[in-house]
């Protein structure tokens, strides 16, 4: 009830985009050989370079590899991140995608307190970084409290596919989950810690900036990939009921993907 009197809100203020965790290097998700990457974690609005959230130091963040899990949260570096709109609090880390296969980045953010809406936000954000082209860990159920299962390699993705996924609480389904998605429509500046100014595509309406749809029975989601880019799926108070400070606690899933556009051929 909290995030629908939320919309109702954003919507009356005439901005439609939605609150999204990151989780991202700056780049594609699909390495073609090993790198240590800078990650970026702000907490934003991507698809239209809005406001920046001060967060505090994140509660966890790991790597799953193999099977085995890394701890990263001795790489955090406090940062100050900037949109379009304003500069606020942020973090950066860093990780050495040494062997090939699939690394599943997993962040726990402190929960964000929105004053406009009376609320807490938690978004327990994934993102699977490839190496090398070698499927492995892309499909691990990692155990999280709230979490979005591919049911394809989100590192992977054709433009013009569809991508689908299961929305999980407790490791069991969420039928009828609310889910929201956004493109990352401002790459990162990495030289300046910011969106670059210019965006990817030109939003024809601010209907499209964040599209909403419900998971099925079994919790399933499936989504058109329209053209190339990173992408962030939100599946949105996962654990009704939870509360922060005396206050209602929207503990969401995300998930990052990478669609990608063929290369032109001679």
């Keep these: 009830m909290a995030r629908l009197i939320a919309l109702a809100l954003v919507l009356a203020s005439g901005v439609a985009s939605a609150h999204f965790q990151l989780l991202l290097p700056a780049g594609e998700l699909a390495l073609q050989r090993p790198a240590k990457k800078t990650l970026y974690l702000p907490f934003t609005h991507p698809a ?4 920046v959230m001060d ?6 963040l790991f790597v ?3 099977g085995e899990r890394v701890d990263a949260l001795e790489t955090l570096e406090s940062a100050r991140f900037s949109s379009a709109e304003n500069t606020g609090a942020s973090w950066l880390a860093s990780h050495a995608f040494k062997r090939l296969g699939d690394h599943v980045l997993v962040l726990e953010p402190e929960p964000y307190f929105e004053a406009d ?3 807490y936000i938690q978004q327990i954000t994934k993102t699977v970084v490839n190496v090398g082209g070698l499927p492995t860990d892309w499909d691990a159920e990692i155990g999280l409290a709230v979490e979005i299962m591919p049911l394809a390699n989100p590192a992977a993705v054709w433009a013009g596919s569809t991508f689908t996924a299961q929305v999980l609480a ?7 989950a609310e889910v929201e998605v956004e493109l990352l429509n401002y790459e990162i500046d990495t030289a300046n810690d910011r969106f670059q100014t210019e965006p990817r595509v030109e939003i024809p309406v601010p209907l499209l900036e964040t599209q909403s749809l419900r998971a099925d029975s079994n919790g399933v989601i ?5 053209f190339a880019g990173r992408w962030g799926i939100a599946a949105l108070d996962l654990l009704p009921g939870s509360e922060q ?4 606690l929207s503990v969401d899933a995300v998930l990052w993907l990478d669609a990608r556009s063929p290369l032109a051929t001679r």
Excluded at 48 to 51: A, E
Excluded at 55 to 60: H, N, Y
Excluded at 222 to 226: K, S
Aim: charged share 20%; aromatic share 0%.
């Design 48 to 51: 239209v370079s809005g406001q």
């Design 55 to 60: 967060m505090a130091r994140p509660r966890s």
């Design 64 to 66: 799953v590899h193999r």
């Design 117 to 119: 809406e009376g609320t």
């Design 170 to 176: 407790g490791g069991e389904p969420v039928p009828g």
């Design 222 to 226: 499936t989504l058109g990939i329209p």
């Design 245 to 248: 400070d005396g206050k209602p």
